[in-house]
């Protein structure tokens, strides 16, 4: 009978499907999960293993929660801290970790594939991440971070080995993360705006909003919107991000563009400049008073400021018995001498062991008064930034908008940092120099002490060359600061650094290079860049040892630019 066979047929077809979606449903993959345990070092160094007893946990700097992991090299060993981690075979998965600290690693051992690693330079949080695939009989793999020899502590939190569960247990999968409470404008320019926000815990991403359509993602609490116009005002605003998802939008904050023009600050200091350290302290150079320095030197930074018990505050004291007798009074007689022929006198903070921290509004606001006090008291023109363990981009940008505020457009700002400080814009030293971008003055950086650098053409180049400098100092320039606000720090004698020291003709053959496309290396800009500002030297000091060879060859050289 027709009717009945229809029927028959129409049941073992939805028993067929019906089994075959009961099938299907105990095929199902289980959620994703975080594979790793105590990734946020909240109990301690529990599952984990640092070589060399190397590593420990702290409260402070933190990415999420209440702890993080803080590893420190030490002669041959480059503190690596490391766990096992519980895998499928065949299955692929996402590991990703913040760090923060100059040559820090993230990376996977014993997949059965390919092992994989990235690092970055950045001393401000940021996320590594990379993917793997584990082999055919794969059911562990070795996650871990390291350092480099001669490098300072690294920092670590949040470790992830997201995807199928290995059956080890691991710490729980992210929810969708808060919205960013803090959103700030930090710096302007006339093309562009500087924000900040704090930090989110959970999140491993942020998006940034102009007029409400996303225009940027980051990975760190800050961004500098540019393409802007001059003066006009723009609405911003910020989301959290991780795998879970986007929180809500923070409140808006409004930022104006500045009037059109180049960036700086610096009053009067020469369109071609050169900057000299002097040493307020006896190493083995030749001992000056500041009226000894030669004249090629158009700004003297005095180094340095002494910290302070307060937070963010600096003192400074002349080393008179170690300057054969120098007095105060003859110090600022002698400042005062070299600001009438033309010279800038500045005060720099920092230096290889500097440990001046400015990491809150509190501590922002000692620095900016404690700096503004020590320029009323000696009559210096402004201050140098040359710390060299790392700085807070926010606070210290308030802090030199502060001290800005204080001084007026006359005021020099100066920046030193090192080269891994300069190797992308999202490094807290180059976000700082942005930020200021229309009070600064000039960021000589330290072609010396540096180990092999990424150039802007993503090449490789060893210090101690013509294309070291260029390739370097073209990442600057291609990354937003104005020509004015380039120079190029160089020792000025083999006595005056580790190593680095090239010749004085090497030097101008590098500002040739980037200001006229002539005496380049195999590196050549893609165009000259005239209005670079010129040349810096670790010492007047170490110069004058030398007989002032440096600053006699460099010196005329910067200014006939």
Known sequence: MPGRRWAGALAAVVTASVLSLTGLAGQAQAADVNNVKNGGFESGLGNW?????????????????????????????????????????????????????????????????????????????????????????????????????????????????????????????????????????????????????????????????????????????????????????????????????????????????????????????????????????????????????QSQYDIIAVAFADATSTPGAVSFTLDSAGLGGYTVDQFKADIKAKQVAGKKVIISIGGQNGTISVSDSASATNFANSVYSLMQTYGFDGVDIDLENGLNATYMSQALRSLSAKAGSSLVITMAPQTIDMQSTSNSYFQTALNIKDILTVVNMQYYNSGSMLGCDGKVYSQGSVDFLTALACIQLQGGLDASQVGLGLPASTSGAGSGYVSPTIVNNALDCLTKLTNCGSFKPSKAYPGLRGAMTWSTNWDASAGNAWSNAVGPHVHAL
């Open 49 to 293: 293993t640092c070589s060399a007893g190397s590593g420990t946990t702290v409260s402070s700097p933190v990415h999420g929660g209440s702890a993080a992991l803080k590893a420190t090299p030490a002669g041959q060993d480059y503190a690596q801290c490391s766990q096992s981690v519980a895998v499928k075979p065949n299955s692929t998965y996402t590991l990703s970790a913040w760090v923060q600290g100059s040559y820090t690693y993230l990376g996977v051992s014993g997949t059965g594939t390919t092992d994989v690693s990235t690092w970055t330079p950045n001393t401000t949080w940021t996320q590594l991440s990379n993917t793997f695939t584990t082999g055919a009989s794969t059911t562990s793999v070795t996650v871990w971070s390291h350092g480099w020899y001669g490098q300072p502590a690294y920092f670590a939190d949040d470790f992830s080995v997201f995807g199928p569960d290995g059956g080890g247990g691991g710490d729980p999968a992210p929810t969708v993360p808060a919205t960013p409470a803090g959103l700030a404008v930090s710096g302007t320019t006339s093309s562009s705006v500087s924000l900040a926000w704090n930090t989110v815990s959970g999140a491993t991403g942020y998006n940034v909003y102009r007029g409400g359509s996303k225009v940027q993602s980051v990975t760190g609490t800050s961004a500098t919107v540019s393409g802007l116009t001059a003066s006009t005002s723009y609405s911003f605003q910020v989301s959290a991000t991780n795998s879970a998802g986007e929180s809500a939008k923070s409140s808006a904050v409004t930022g104006t563009t500045a009037a059109s023009g180049g960036g700086g600050g610096g009053g009067t200091v020469p369109a071609h400049a050169v900057t000299g350290y002097w040493q307020n302290f006896n190493n083995g150079a030749t001992v000056q008073k500041l009226s000894a320095v």
